[in-house]
């Protein structure tokens, strides 16, 4: 059975002290150097997407300090080369045992992730450890559905719901997932609470939704932790978190551990790849055997490193037999060569 990292979902404030506070538990709980990536995508629309992941980072930096994490921005802000689909792009989510992706626009966030290469990778490394951060509009985008905040609150389009990214959707949770539910910013005048568009539009919105469909309000400056392995949900921050289900509303405030089950009925996936695309799993797994290869031959005794940079110069004048010679040499010492698309490789037996 897969044992996948947590899953922190923040509502808003997670530059700030109780916002921010899902960040400790998750370093507290993971194993090896701290590495985070700080996903670019959800604001990469706005000319200044860069200065607003950098912050993030910038803050996580200093609030882990005591971890000596190492920190990667990753500027993914779109579709295609260079972007979401671009390998060498998305190169440090595969060190990375932290990931976090936040503010911008939920609409755009799904639009540039979903069935993209970078939401395959987060989801991987997921499954296979890392624990997932999601703020604000971030957070909105991972629900089976998400409220197009934009369009609605700034656009002045009727309430409607967008095709979400359905993270939970994996582990058979349909849901979706409010952020900023109880915004006070449009003051007495305005009701901005549920994530800007107000009580009574999401009150709309709800009605419009699958009867079964589980809505997750999270509060500002609030986050829900959701750990798949120990079957646990902790609310951290200032204020709460809510989940409604048919008529039934369930509030939980800081600090307060319920069971995973009060979500639903949870199941993980039967394997690592489970609705992965095929080739992208392949690919990803050929990376990670190159990389231990690499991580191996670093370590190697100097003579079997002598032997195979001898075997490659034979090699590179055709000179077999002498090839086949080192080879010999090398399984006589413990070692077998062996030839892979990337170079030699050198494998104790």
Known sequence: MIQPGR?????????????????????????????IAVMETPAGFELNST????????????????????????????????????????????????????????????????????????RLRNRLGAALATASAATAALGALAIPVYEIYKVGEDPHWKPGLNLLGDYDLECVIVPHWNNTEGGADIDTGRCFIGRERFEFLRSQLPENMLVLGVDEHSGLIIDWVDRICRVTGRDAVHILHGQEELDFSSGQVFPLEVLGDIHLPDTVQEGIDPQVWEEYRAMEEHRRTVERQGALPKEIAALLQQRQQARDLQDWVKSDQIRDQAAALGWKIIDTPDGQQAIPE
């Open 7 to 35: 899953i922190a979902l923040i509502g808003s404030g997670e530059t700030a002290a109780r916002g921010g506070q899902a960040f400790d538990l998750l370093a507290r709980q993971l194993t090896g150097p701290l590495s």
């Open 51 to 122: 200065q607003v992941a950098s912050r993030v980072a910038a803050y996580m930096q200093r609030r882990l300090q005591n971890y000596g994490p190492s920190m990667h921005r990753v500027a993914a802000r779109r579709r295609g080369a260079g972007g979401t689909d671009d390998w060498e792009t998305l190169l440090p989510l595969l060190d990375s045992n932290l990931i976090f992706m936040g503010p911008g626009s939920p609409s755009y966030t799904v639009r540039q992730l979903k069935g993209s290469l970078a939401w395959d990778l987060i």
